[in-house]
C-alpha cells in the first residue's frame, strides 16, 4: 500500500547537524524529493535524488538513499534557526503517475 | 519569473455556502495538481489536470468537490455546500511536463468553515 513514514519531531542546537529520515513505498519511484515548509507558508521544494543515486550534496543539504530499505535520509550541516520548519519526504506513487505521496512531515526546531 | 500563484490566501465561509479557490501555474507549466493538507497532517493528492482535461481525479471527495482548468484563465477547485471538515489549507502544484517532473507548489489557500 501507499504509505511513506517519517518521524514527527526533531531537536537540535544551532550549529549541530540534523538528520531527518523517510521510509518510502514504491522502490521504482524515479525521483525522490524533499520539501520544507515554514509557518503558514506553501511547499519549497528543498531537494531531490533521481533513484539511481545513493548519494546527493548540495552545499549544507545531503541527501542519502538506501533503495534496499526503502529509506531516505536528509542531513542538514551546521543547522541554523531560519531552518526551523517542517520536512517532508514525497515520492510519486504509483511511479508513472503525477501524484505525490507525502510522509506525516517531522517538525524541526533549532534552539540558539 | 513568478511562481505559482494562489488566491484567496485565505477564506472564510459559513457551512452551505460554496468556496471558489484559483491557482495560476508557473509561466510555461501546463499540469497543475491539487493537494489537501488537514491540520496537524501531510499533503494529500486531489486531482491532477492538464489544459481541459482531468487526468487523475482518484483523491477527490466524489460529491461536491469539482476541479477545471480551463483554457484560458486560471484552474479552479470548487467545493459546493461546504462543511466544517472540509477546514484545511489547499495547496497547488505545477510542472512543466506531467509524470516525473519535479512539483513547484503554490502558497496555499486557507479555508475555514464556520
Known amino acids: 500500500g501507499e504509505d511513506v513514514e517519517q518521524s514527527l519531531f526533531l531537536s537540535v542546537r544551532e550549529g549541530d547537524s540534523s538528520v531527518i529520515n523517510c521510509t518510502y513505498t514504491d522502490s521504482s519511484s524515479t525521483y525522490l524529493y524533499w520539501y520544507k515548509q515554514e509557518p503558514g507558508a506553501g511547499l519549497q521544494l528543498l531537494t531531490y535524488?533521481?533513484?539511481?543515486?545513493d548519494m546527493k550534496q548540495d552545499q549544507r543539504l545531503t541527501v542519502l538513499l538506501n533503495k534496499k530499505d526503502k529509506h531516505l535520509s536528509l542531513r542538514i550541516a551546521d543547522t541554523q534557526t531560519g531552518d526551523s520548519a517542517i520536512y517532508f519526504c514525497a515520492e510519486p506513487y504509483p511511479s508513472n503517475t503525477g501524484k505525490l505521496i507525502f510522509g506525516q512531515g517531522t517538525t524541526l526546531q533549532v534552539k540558539p | 519569473n513568478a511562481g505559482v500563484m494562489q488566491n484567496p490566501r485565505h477564506l472564510v465561509r459559513r457551512r452551505g455556502q460554496e468556496a471558489r479557490l484559483r491557482c495560476s501555474p508557473m509561466?510555461?507549466?501546463?499540469?497543475v495538481y491539487w493537494y489537501r493538507q488537514l491540520p496537524e497532517e501531510g499533503l494529500k493528492f486531489m486531482v491532477y489536470l492538464q489544459k481541459e482535461n482531468i487526468i487523475d481525479e482518484s483523491g477527490m471527495p466524489k460529491e461536491r468537490f469539482s476541479a477545471e482548468f480551463p483554457k484560458e484563465g486560471p484552474s479552479i477547485l470548487r467545493i459546493q455546500q461546504v462543511v466544517r471538515g472540509d477546514s484545511a489549507a489547499y495547496f497547488c502544484?505545477?510542472?512543466?511536463?506531467?509524470?516525473?517532473?519535479?512539483?513547484?507548489f503554490g502558497p496555499g489557500t486557507r479555508l475555514l468553515v464556520l
Open positions: 535524488i533521481f533513484s539511481n543515486m
Open positions: 509561466k510555461g507549466h501546463s499540469h
Open positions: 502544484a505545477s510542472s512543466p511536463q506531467g509524470t516525473g517532473e519535479t512539483q513547484y
